[in-house]
C-alpha cells in the first residue's frame, strides 16, 4: 500500500489538509475543536486536495492519455463543482434554519433543539483553490519519492 503512488498522494492530501484545517480554525477560534481533523467544509478543502493529489499523481505515472489520468480528472472535477456548489448551499442552508430553530418559533422541545444541522459542509471557491494547489503539491513532492 505506501508503494502505491496514486494512493499515498491521495491519502496524504487528505490528511494534510485536515490538519491545516484545524490549525487555521484553532487560530481562528483560539480553541480546539476535534471535528476539524475529520469534518468537512473550511480551509482548506480536503475533498480538492485528495482528488487533486490523485489526479496529479495520474498524471506523473501514466501520462495525460492514459486512462488512470481520465478516470482522476473527471472525478475531481465532479468533486469540486460538488464542494462548491451543492454542498455549500445545504450549508448555508443549514446555517439559516439553526438561526431559525434557534428563536425556536416552533415551540419545539429543548431535545430537538439541541440537533444542530451541520453548517460546515461544502466550500468557498477559494477553499476548493487551496485544495487543489495543496494536493497538487503534496503530489509532485511525493513523486520524487517515487
Request: include cysteine; charged fraction near 15%.
Given at each position: 500500500?505506501?508503494?502505491?503512488?496514486?494512493?499515498?498522494?491521495?491519502?496524504?492530501?487528505?490528511?494534510?489538509?485536515?490538519?491545516?484545517?484545524?490549525?487555521?480554525?484553532?487560530?481562528?477560534?483560539?480553541?480546539?475543536?476535534?471535528?476539524?481533523?475529520?469534518?468537512?467544509?473550511?480551509?482548506p478543502?480536503?475533498?480538492?486536495?485528495?482528488?487533486?493529489?490523485?489526479?496529479?499523481?495520474?498524471?506523473?505515472?501514466?501520462?495525460?492519455?492514459?486512462?488512470?489520468?481520465?478516470?482522476?480528472?473527471?472525478?475531481?472535477?465532479?468533486?469540486?463543482?460538488?464542494?462548491?456548489?451543492?454542498?455549500?448551499?445545504?450549508?448555508?442552508?443549514?446555517k439559516?434554519?439553526?438561526?431559525?430553530?434557534?428563536?425556536?418559533?416552533?415551540?419545539?422541545?429543548?431535545?430537538?433543539?439541541?440537533?444542530?444541522?451541520?453548517?460546515?459542509?461544502g466550500?468557498?471557491?477559494?477553499?476548493?483553490?487551496?485544495?487543489?494547489?495543496?494536493?497538487?503539491?503534496?503530489?509532485l513532492?511525493?513523486?520524487?519519492?517515487?
Amino acid at each position: 500500500m505506501l508503494g502505491n503512488q496514486l494512493l499515498m498522494s491521495a491519502v496524504t492530501g487528505w490528511v494534510v489538509a485536515q490538519f491545516l484545517k484545524t490549525l487555521i480554525d484553532f487560530a481562528l477560534n483560539k480553541n480546539f475543536n476535534a471535528e476539524r481533523l475529520v469534518g468537512s467544509g473550511g480551509m482548506p478543502s480536503s475533498h480538492s486536495a485528495t482528488v487533486c493529489g490523485l489526479t496529479t499523481a495520474a498524471l506523473l505515472k501514466y501520462g495525460a492519455g492514459s486512462f488512470e489520468f481520465a478516470v482522476s480528472f473527471v472525478l475531481s472535477m465532479i468533486v469540486m463543482y460538488d464542494a462548491i456548489g451543492v454542498r455549500r448551499e445545504t450549508g448555508k442552508q443549514a446555517k439559516l434554519l439553526n438561526s431559525i430553530l434557534s428563536e425556536n418559533p416552533l415551540k419545539l422541545n429543548a431535545e430537538v433543539l439541541q440537533e444542530k444541522l451541520k453548517e460546515y459542509v461544502g466550500h468557498t471557491p477559494l477553499q476548493v483553490l487551496a485544495g487543489a494547489i495543496l494536493g497538487i503539491g503534496l503530489a509532485l513532492a511525493l513523486n520524487s519519492y517515487y
